[in-house]
């Protein structure tokens, strides 16, 4: 379990926090979207640095073996803060499933980070 749990962290933490570099380097090209034009700029990026520290805190407390509750703490955040943009973008796309729907895309995430927290409170914690 804890190989599993490691897996998903490193997984989430890359896709989040490779999401977060995109939203700061891409805000012209983003700001067309639908979704996305319901938001500032500066949500926007206050979105992407809480990924980047939610991203750091699920790889490092467990690493470095410091403070290690951050962890499913971090996860727990990633988890609301998607499932909030599922609803988003499930407000603007609809929920049809299409490989490309980001709906489809951040409620997995969503749930991913859910059994993280849960896997690290309840399952294997460090």
Known sequence: MNILLWILQVMVAGVCAMGAFWRYSNWEQASQIASIKAMSHGMWNAIGLFEIVCSLALILPGLLKV?????????LC?????????GLNVHFFGFQYKPTNPASWSFTLAVLSAFIAYGRLVLKPF
């Open 67 to 75: 403070k290690p509750i951050l962890t499913p703490l971090a996860a």
């Open 78 to 86: 990633l988890a609301v803060e998607l499932l909030l943009v599922t």
